[in-house]
């Protein structure tokens, strides 16, 4: 799903609108799996290097409050920062990291609905609006609710708590595949074509222009995980045949 900025507003409302349910479900989806959680799990690693699982709680909910910012930049008009710095972001998820399990759930689901709430007083020439996040790239206001799923999705993989990449969505695996074999077009990762079995479609990774020696197949969930750091490609096949690209983190 690319952010198209000439979108019109009613344009930009629909994309809205087709994505907040889809937000909605995987957050709920998400508390699911984390009500689970004790708190002596809550301290312990996550699927991420060096997060417990109490970081990766603490950064969806931060996640929501950030991005809530860049709704009501979009309703005001005033320039709301997405995080006032790196900085102020990294503390924020490590100072909340050791809170009790039922503490960090609350705080997912509390930040979750204001989201949610700020998102609903949005009118249509509000979701298209320009915003941009706190790495600087511009993108319409609908977009916050797409980098919203993709954080609760991705995350709650992280999170370690029972939720696998073949349990995404269908619908958001086709579509983060596009998203993210885009960011892969750069010198530093080697060219290959990705062959998604399920879907039929094609995605090229490795530098713009460069010629595709090989080509990856596989179903477009586990394409997806091993792009993005969480799966190691198990299932995938190369031709000609051999080990996978070594692509770089995403």
Not at 153 to 158: G, P, Q
Not at 166 to 173: G, I, K, L
Not at 205 to 218: D, H, L, R
Request: overall charge negative; aromatic content about 6%; glycine content about 8%.
């Amino acid at each position: 799903m690319t952010p198209a900025s000439d979108a019109s507003p009613a344009d930009a409302a629909a994309r809205a609108a087709e994505l907040a349910p889809r937000v909605d479900a995987a957050t709920q989806s998400l508390l699911q799996s984390a009500a689970g959680i004790t708190d002596e799990q809550a301290r312990a690693a996550s699927l991420l290097p060096g997060w417990s699982r109490g970081h990766v709680l603490t950064h969806i909910a931060r996640n929501a409050d950030s991005l809530r910012n860049l709704l009501i930049w979009a309703h005001t008009g005033v320039e709301t920062p997405q995080y006032p710095s790196q900085e102020a972001r990294d503390l924020g998820i490590a100072a909340g990291a050791g809170r009790p399990a039922a503490e960090l759930i609350d705080d997912v689901e509390v930040s979750a609905a204001a989201l949610a709430a700020e998102a609903a007083i949005l009118a249509d020439a509000d979701w298209a609006a320009e915003v941009h996040g706190i790495r600087g790239r511009s993108h319409p206001a609908w977009y916050t609710l797409w980098r919203r799923l993709s954080e609760v999705e991705f995350h709650h993989v992280d999170l370690g708590a029972g939720y696998e990449p073949d349990q995404w969505p269908e619908e958001f695996a086709v579509q983060s595949l596009e998203r993210v074999s885009a960011d892969f077009s750069k010198p530093d990762c080697p060219a290959a074509v990705l062959v998604s079995l399920d879907s039929g479609r094609t995605h090229r990774i490795g530098p713009a222009k460069s010629e595709s020696a090989m080509q990856v197949s596989g179903p477009t969930r586990v394409l997806l995980a091993w792009l993005t750091g969480r799966g190691a490609g198990a299932g995938l096949t190369t031709e000609p045949a051999g080990p996978l690209p070594s692509v770089p983190a995403w």
